[in-house]
């Protein structure tokens, strides 16, 4: 069971779609995420590393043929975040729905 739980890093709208996405995936490549969420190469950079430096993606470099190629993947811990988090918000919601019930 997922223990509901509010994260406020991942609630900012970029990296709650981030994180959302590397949920739904094993490993994501930086080109699909960054052309998915509608970032810039600078702005979704910024975004993963600030994830990673949380322990909630890893990243991982890999050269294919002459270029490098980045992809990236939630870590067990950046999953429960992101489960306790979605938890949270549902808890938020229904009890907005029984207050104006």
Known sequence: M???RFDELIHPATRLSLVATLAA???AEFAYL???LGLSDSA???Q???LEEAGYVATERRLEGRRHKLRARLTAAGR???EGHVAA???IVAAAGLATG
């Open 89 to 91: 918000l549902e808890e």
């Open 34 to 36: 960054r052309d998915r």
């Open 2 to 4: 997922t223990t509901a």
């Open 25 to 27: 995936a094993d490993w």
């Open 44 to 46: 979704l950079s910024k």
């Open 48 to 50: 993963l590393a600030t």
């Open 80 to 82: 429960s975040a992101f």
